[in-house]
């Protein structure tokens, strides 16, 4: 059972420290997208990229996040410096090509962050 | 760009009730249509979906109906078990060009079904 994998899981860090969470898509699914959860703004899509090449990145704070694909296996999210307001949790989601009939997008198990 | 509205935001049922989540969206070109559970503390995942060439979409208990022209579509659950309790979110998305398969998100109804 392919699943998106993320880590860390949880993390704790202090103001000003720099944040970065990674993302293993599914095998053979060639776009990933970045989400951030609150309870205030629900889910707000961060960036997205297609065949590891940036799509889309415009809800993300641009002075601060960054997002990138090294390799087809491995997508990070970075935060730096880090500010309270960024404690939420963040989602990576995977998606084969887009077709009549592959349009699922699935979910990793996200990071929970806090900034203290 | 593409703003999608879900109401209620909480909706309690008993055990066996129906429940139904409506969703409006702004973007009349938008034609797939999604809708995830989260249960408490992990990730969404997707429930049923229905595109826009297509009016209603049953699988066992949940069905979904999209009205193109009034730019709607709802979840409908019935017969619901306690196991149905979690947040569920609508949203939609583009099929073409460069957005296809970005997701714009409802803000997520709170179900809570009490046995």
């Known amino acids: 059972d392919a699943r998106v994998t993320q880590t860390p899981r949880h993390k704790v860090t202090e103001m000003g420290q720099e944040v970065t969470m990674r993302c293993q898509p599914i095998?053979?699914?060639?776009?990933v997208f970045w989400y951030r959860q609150t309870m205030m703004q629900g889910l707000e899509l961060l960036a997205y990229?297609?065949?590891?090449?940036?799509?889309?990145d415009s809800g993300m704070p641009k002075d601060r996040f960054s997002a990138e694909m090294p390799d087809a296996t491995l997508a990070t999210l970075k935060i730096q410096p880090s500010e309270p307001r960024d404690s939420a949790v963040y989602f990576c989601?995977?998606?084969?090509?887009?077709?009549?009939?592959?349009?699922?997008?699935?979910f990793g198990p996200g990071t929970r962050l806090t900034v203290l | 760009g593409e703003n999608v509205e879900q109401h209620p935001s909480t909706l309690s049922v008993q055990e066996g009730d129906s429940a139904v989540i409506k969703c409006t969206y702004s973007?009349?070109?938008?034609?797939?249509f999604p809708w995830y559970k989260q249960e408490l503390g992990k990730r969404p995942q997707l429930i049923i979906d229905?595109?826009?060439?297509?009016g209603e979409k049953k699988d066992q208990r949940i069905a979904v109906t999209l009205n193109k022209t009034a730019k709607h579509f709802s979840l409908h659950i019935t017969e619901t078990q306690p196991e149905d309790s979690a947040v569920y979110f609508c949203?939609?998305?583009?099929?073409?060009?460069?957005?296809?398969?970005?997701?714009?998100f409802g803000q997520g109804t709170i179900l809570t079904v009490h046995p």
């Open positions: 989601a995977s998606a084969l090509p887009w077709d009549r009939e592959n349009n699922e997008q699935f």
């Open positions: 095998l053979g699914h060639n776009t």
């Open positions: 990229f297609r065949n590891r090449a940036p799509l889309d």
């Open positions: 973007d009349s070109a938008s034609n797939y």
């Open positions: 229905i595109r826009s060439n297509v």
């Open positions: 949203a939609a998305s583009l099929a073409g060009g460069t957005s296809y398969g970005k997701l714009t």
